[in-house]
Structures are given as C-alpha cells and as structure tokens.
C-alpha cells in the first residue's frame, strides 16, 4: 500500500468512526457555542468592538474547541489496544499520523465552518466580504492546529493528566500560529483584502504549517515506536 | 576529582561576583537612568546563560533520539532546570528594570512576549517530565518535545518582531554607546554566570544518574 493510499485509508476510518459516534464533533461545536455565548459578556457586542476582535475571538474559539476533536483522536484507539495495532499494521508511522491529522482538519474544520455564520448572527457581523480569502487562512491555521494537536496527542495519549497536558503543550507552540491566524482573520472580517502590509503574516502561517508538517512527519515514528 | 573541579569552579564564580558587584557598585551612574541601569549587569547575562542553556538541551535531546543513551535524557533535563531557573531570574530583573524607567511592569512588547512564550515552553516541558512514568518513554518524548520548543522560539521572536517593540534593541554589538570598561565588567558577571550555570547543571546532571541508579536497583529488588 502506497504512503498516500494508507494515509488515506486512516483518514477515512477516523471519519467514519466519527460519524457513527458525533462524540467529538458534537462535544467540538458545542463548546464553540458556549464560548461565543460567554464572550458576548467579556465586551461590548456592538458591530465595531466586534470586527476589531473578531480574529482573536474566532481563533480562541477555534483552538479551544478544536482542542476537544485532538484530545480524542489518539485516545479513542485506547480500548481493545487499537492503538498497538494500528502502530504494528504495515504502513509507516507518518502515514499514520498523515491520515489522522487529515481527519482531525476536516473534523475541525467543519466545527469552523458551522461556527463562523452562528458568530455572524450573535455578533451582527457581515463576516463574509472576503470570502476566499478568509477560507484559506482558515485552512491554514486549522492545518498548524491540527498538524501540532496531532502529534500532541499521540504523544500525550498514554500519560497521566492527558486532558491537561495536551492544551499545556500546544497553545504555546501555536503562539505564531495563531497569530498570524488572529491577524488575518481580523483584517478579512473588516473586509479588507490581504494586501503588502499583511501578506508577511500569511507567509509566516504557510511556512509555520510547512516546517511543523515537515518536523512532525520525521519525529512520529520515534514518539508511537519509541 | 569532579567534585573538586566543580568546587573551584563554584568559588571562581563567587570571587568573581563578589569582586565584580564591588566594582560595578563603583562606577558611576548613568545619565538618565541612574543607578537603575546597573541592572543590566545581571539582566543581560542571564539571557545569554538562558540561551545557551536551551542549546545544550537541544543538542542532548537530539543526542538522545540518535543514541538512545540516558547521559543526554540527564543533560537536557539538568540544562532545562538550570535554563529555566535564568529565564525566570531574567524575567524578573527585566521587571524590575522596566518598572523603574517604563512605569510598568509588564508590556507585551515582542521581546517579553517571546521571553514568556519560552519561559512557558519548557516549563511545560518539565510539566511533561512529570507526567510519564516509563524511563524510555519519558526520555523519548521530552526530547521530542524540546525539539518542538525550540524551533518555536525563533518563529516566535521573529513573528513578534512585526509588533511595536518597546524593548530597546542590543546596545552591544550593532554600534550601541556602552563604553568598554563597563563592557568588561558586563562579560566578568557573564563569566560568573556561566560557571555558577555550569556546577549547577552538573549538580543537578550528578542526581539524575543517582535518581536512575536507585530506580534500576529498587527494579532488581522487586526482581529478586
């Protein structure tokens, strides 16, 4: 089997598992929403205060929820020793991790997308001028969050505290991430379009993807082996 | 014979503090901050010590992925401690300093920001230590994970570098006006700092190999 056909495989096993059970993304949305309710405390919800901390409060949204799908995708392989299994099955370690970071985004992904128009309702905010563009910074802040939740959490899996653990160790690697991410989002929710002033963030967010991606693809077989 | 070489180090390090503080106490104060400025003696030393100290613990957590040999898992953690142990002291003379001449206490300027980012980096990291059980697998995944820290620290300074920065650039090597005797002194405290850092690691480095050498005869007890 060939590394993207396994890669794919164990994607689609993920999803499938997923959505028999809605267990993580129902969790996943549910959480989003109560945080959008709690933020209409924090401040003023009015259209500007809003548009001014739109990608921050998206994105704290995002991690927070999207911390819920991470923390069960290493975990739900824990009864019946699946995870030992799946780590002695003849695909390599990347690909394992390949296909579950790719079913993770898709996962978080779709929390995303369900929570962004219910933030266009509460907040009273036309989140959607630059389409496009605000989809693709999703994807790729959604593809650092997942890409180091992943790999946090095949790491976190076994040990104590693991609920606690995996957000220890993943906001604080995020921090350019979501940065950039925050940055972004904000200014598209403006409706303003990517321009030179904030095309280095973009660039920053891809190659923060790029070497995560790369480092997490080199480091997984030593982290599920040992 | 290494007990000895650290004590003469560790008394080194005190005689040159001892007699460095003297002369720093002496010189004389600066234009517009004052007395307060002498803080830098120690401030900027202890980022430098910081760093190299989160060198070393990448270099021994690579060495541990490569070798498989505990002497780099008791490396990375001693040279972690005593890391984190400079960056906090950092953090807190920086505070002190920025209170005085700033007015406040904490700004989130780039250099702070990344400064906590770290400080919280392997303060997980040690967080992470606690948490697993299993030698091999704690040793694993530290490393691992002081792989990922560290590669995070650059994206971070330099992502934060694109914010205001209220942190004054290096006076030091890009044509800053601090005259070379104080220069002198700056590098004796740098020099103390560094020994003192160094009998520290290899202190804690000493109980870690006791710490693994009392599990495996506890394991060969329970054995018998």
Redesign the interface.
Known sequence: MGFFHAALVIMMKDLRAELRTKEAINASFAFALVILLLFSFAFDPEADTTKALSGGLLWIVFAFAGTLVLNRSFARELPNDCLDALVAAPISGAALFLGKALANFVLVMAMELVSLPVFGIFYNVHWANQLGELLMVLALGTWALTVIGTIFSALTVNIRLREVMLPMLTYPILVPALMAAMQLTMQLVSGNAIGPETVTWLKMLIGFDVAYTAVSLFLVETVLVG | MRDKILFVFGVVAMGILAWNVNAIARLPEETQQGVTFKIIFFHVPMWMCATMAATVALLASVGF?VTKNFKFDAAAVASTEVGLAFTTIGLVTGSIWGRQIWGIWWTWDARLTSAL?CW??YA?YL??RK???EP??RA??AA??S???F??VP??V???K?WRTQHPQPVFWSGGSFPPDWTHHLMWNMLAMLLLGIVMTAVRLRQEEAQREIDSLRRMAHAL
């Open positions: 992925l980012v919280i980096l997980g967080m992470l948490a697993i059980e091999t697998q694993t995944f691992v994970f792989i990922f820290a590669i995070d994206i971070v330099f992502s934060i694109w």
